[in-house]
């Protein structure tokens, strides 16, 4: 099995400009790429999936990033 093709990154931005070029970028490179339009959206998918990476905004209107980031840590702390 490729390593690209099972990893799971979960993208979190609330401006679909950014988040689409990072989605995109990474998707060329062969990631299986989710999204998040904002903090509680990403909670909802974390709560769903686990991913190998999550890449996050840190000013988001609704959850920050910080407390998306805190959630990862608490569910897979290795």
Sequence with gaps: MDLLSSA???VVDDEPHIRDIMTATLASD???VDTASGGMEALGRLAEKRYDLVICDWMMPDVDGFDV???VKRRTPD
């Design 8 to 10: 799971s990154i979960l």
């Design 30 to 32: 062969g990631f299986q």
């Design 69 to 71: 980031l805190a959630e």
